[in-house]
């Protein structure tokens, strides 16, 4: 779900510079920034590595993917997914941006505040959740560092691209998993359950994942807008080919939460084939298209039309998929 996070922070920000009025390349920039900050809270499934290597070390009862997620289960979600952490954290990354004169002691703030936030996990709760936040926090640190030195963003910006980042992420994980811990290290009132999308766990899947796509179309349509780019001009017709993935819903088992890795890899398959695989050309057709839609429709490089046909194709894959499982499955 990272890149999905990374992804809505990103549509974010860069289209709130765009509103602002921001020039096209820093409104690209700052978006970047902000999605990098957005896949930062997910660091801590590093620590169900420790998961592994107690596997290892027994006799295996556990498979390896249960063992991961037996080891994250307790600090995944937790501590880096909290609003109060994010929002403390988000200025001391803007600090640790600072360049020139007053980078050294503005260096030392944001560490001094970083640092206290790691020791207030030991103290308050457990040396796993002080490491975890020490990852949240190197982590942080490594991206300001590296927006300081390679981009010309103001520290006030970079520390807004971080809280819209660290501040969007945890929305994301509403319908997929457990909820996050809001308010860490306080009680958090509300949610104890992830949101049911559908009481029947294959379409609640779907319409998971169709949020996702959605999430996916909202970023390529903010890089089309700044980019000054046609978004139907890079959508090539093999993406219609997407439509013969809805007898899947026929021939293979049903997906779920828990079981979902058939589904979204060949879901995704479909689309990365539509997007690069390019069919027979027919010169007569091509130019007829080519006279209908040169008044409204600019030309795109290849990168974007292999993402945007990809894209379409997952689009229409899905669509099919759940009106097969509709008809035919569930009826």
Same mark, same amino acid.
């Given at each position: 779900?990272?890149?999905?996070?990374?992804?809505?922070?990103?549509?974010?920000?860069?289209? /709130? =510079?765009?509103?602002?009025?921001?020039?096209?390349?820093?409104?690209? @920039?700052?978006? $970047?920034?902000?999605? #990098?900050?957005?896949? $930062?809270?997910?660091?801590?499934? =590093?620590?169900?590595?420790?998961?592994?290597?107690?596997?290892?070390?027994?006799?295996?009862?556990?498979?390896?993917?249960?063992?991961?997620?037996?080891?994250?289960?307790?600090?995944?979600?937790?501590?880096?997914?909290?609003?109060?952490?994010?929002?403390?954290?988000?200025?001391?990354?803007?600090?640790?941006?600072?360049?020139?004169? *007053?980078?050294?002691?503005? @260096?030392? /703030?944001?560490?001094?505040?970083?640092?206290?936030?790691?020791?207030? #996990?030991?103290?308050?709760?457990?040396?796993?959740?002080?490491?975890?936040?020490?990852?949240?926090?190197?982590?942080? !640190?490594?991206?300001?560092?590296?927006? #300081?030195?390679?981009?010309?963003?103001?520290?006030?910006?970079?520390?807004?691209?971080?809280?819209?980042?660290?501040?969007?992420?945890?929305?994301?994980?509403?319908?997929?998993?457990?909820?996050?811990?809001?308010?860490?290290?306080?009680?958090?009132?509300?949610?104890?359950?992830?949101? !049911?999308?559908?009481?029947?766990?294959?379409?609640?899947?779907?319409?998971?994942?169709?949020?996702?796509?959605?999430?996916?179309?909202?970023?390529?349509?903010?890089?089309?807008?700044?980019?000054?780019?046609?978004?139907?001009?890079?959508?090539?017709?093999?993406?219609?080919?997407?439509?013969?993935?809805?007898?899947?819903?026929?021939?293979?088992?049903?997906? @779920?939460?828990?079981?979902?890795?058939?589904?979204?890899?060949?879901?995704?398959?479909?689309?990365?084939?539509?997007?690069?695989?390019?069919?027979?050309?027919?010169?007569?057709?091509?130019?007829?298209?080519?006279?209908?839609?040169?008044?409204?429709?600019? *030309?795109?490089?290849?990168?974007?039309?292999?993402?945007?046909?990809?894209?379409?194709?997952? @689009?229409?894959?899905? #669509?099919?998929? !759940? $009106? !097969?499982?509709?008809?035919?499955?569930?009826?």
């Amino acid at each position: 779900m990272f890149v999905g996070h990374a992804l809505l922070a990103f549509a974010i920000a860069a289209l /709130a =510079a765009d509103w602002r009025g921001w020039e096209r390349r820093p409104a690209l @920039t700052v978006g $970047i920034v902000a999605g #990098a900050f957005a896949a $930062i809270p997910d660091v801590d499934v =590093a620590y169900a590595l420790v998961g592994l290597l107690e596997w290892y070390a027994a006799d295996g009862a556990l498979e390896p993917t249960a063992a991961f997620w037996d080891a994250s289960r307790g600090v995944h979600r937790s501590v880096t997914h909290s609003v109060v952490v994010g929002a403390l954290a988000a200025p001391a990354f803007g600090l640790l941006a600072v360049r020139g004169r *007053s980078a050294r002691f503005a @260096t030392v /703030a944001g560490v001094a505040l970083l640092g206290s936030l790691v020791a207030s #996990a030991f103290v308050w709760h457990s040396p796993v959740v002080a490491f975890v936040m020490g990852l949240f926090a190197v982590s942080g !640190v490594l991206v300001a560092r590296g927006v #300081a030195r390679f981009s010309s963003l103001a520290p006030t910006t970079v520390a807004l691209a971080a809280l819209v980042g660290l501040l969007s992420h945890p929305w994301g994980d509403l319908v997929t998993g457990s909820p996050p811990d809001w308010l860490f290290p306080f009680a958090a009132p509300g949610l104890d359950s992830r949101v !049911v999308l559908h009481p029947d766990p294959t379409l609640h899947l779907l319409a998971a994942f169709a949020i996702e796509l959605a999430v996916v179309w909202l970023a390529v349509l903010a890089y089309c807008r700044l980019a000054d780019r046609g978004v139907l001009d890079g959508i090539d017709r093999r993406a219609g080919v997407g439509a013969a993935y809805g007898a899947v819903a026929l021939a293979a088992t049903p997906p @779920t939460l828990e079981v979902s890795y058939h589904f979204v890899f060949s879901i995704l398959g479909v689309g990365l084939l539509c997007g690069v695989v390019r069919g027979p050309s027919t010169p007569e057709f091509d130019d007829l298209l080519s006279r209908r839609l040169r008044s409204y429709r600019p *030309s795109s490089s290849g990168t974007l039309e292999v993402a945007l046909t990809a894209l379409t194709a997952v @689009t229409v894959a899905l #669509a099919a998929y !759940v $009106i !097969v499982y509709r008809l035919a499955v569930v009826a």
